[in-house]
């Protein structure tokens, strides 16, 4: 049987249509409980959830971030697996079912993740690599959005296909369907990262200890993507350059950090900016710039805290 958690914030009409892939036929059997965390939504997603015993829905008075209110809901599950799954994700006929067979046949295996079709139905990446600091300074650089078969991204594995299972680093957080077991190992989300690379770090410790990610092409899930947060571009990008700075300093050595954040802050919001303008997406650029002093305001906090 499997627990899932869905962490919600404002994803309107998203969560109804998540919630109701998890009822179709062919999964609703394999369904113990499902864990609603809604981050003080603004809208009546949390309120338009079909009546139904086996939703139990939390509700925070803040938005508390991700990674704590995934924890919310990892802490109350009791399931042999567990399915982290967004508001803006669907499950299709038999996901469950497979994931399930999948992980019984396969113990070597902690963390899995399936293949994921946006709106189009085409395979998005879905799939990442634990960064390096040098690889990290690339693509500050923008030099791997240049030449991406010579220097790949550091994190996300947009130049693979993803038509071919493999072990990966990591799987995203839209989809991650983990054994219950993994959180006794080692422990539960960093609630340092309010969002975004909150599943990298997890995934990384889970590696330290020896345990394993897969992502299985022959089972899929419908992901549109930037369902809640694509109205906030740029609280987005501070929000996801202020996680990977606080990754780098909990998993590299000094010189890595302070190669990363001079690379963040005196090369990437030119690289940002010279790309959006070289692509006709000039209207971006004001996002861009809103983001980095967004950072610039909180740099007493966290990112540049001593080591």
Known sequence: M???????????????KCISSIFCTD????VSKIFVIDNNSKDSSVDNIMANSQIEI????ENVGFSKAANQGFKLSTAQYVLLLNPDAELLNCTLADCINFMNHRQDVDILGCRLLDDNGEVSPSCARF???????????????????IFPPAILMTDWD????????????????MRLSIFEKVGFFDEQFFVYCEELDFSKRVSNLGGKSFFNTDISARHSGEGTTKRVKAFRLYLNIKSRLQYMKKHSTILGYYLVFFGTFCIEPFSRSVFLLSNGKTNEIRSVLKAYKMLLLNRKKHIFQEF
């Open 162 to 177: 993803h038509k071919d299972s493999r072990y990966v680093d990591q799987v995203m957080g839209a989809f991650m369907f």
């Open 27 to 30: 999964n609703k059997n394999f």
């Open 58 to 61: 939390i509700r925070n008075k």
């Open 131 to 149: 960064p390096t600091a040098g690889k990290l300074f690339i693509d500050c650089t923008g030099i791997s959005k240049l030449f991406p078969s």
């Open 2 to 16: 499997v627990d899932i958690v869905i962490v919600n914030w404002n994803s309107g009409d998203y969560l109804q």
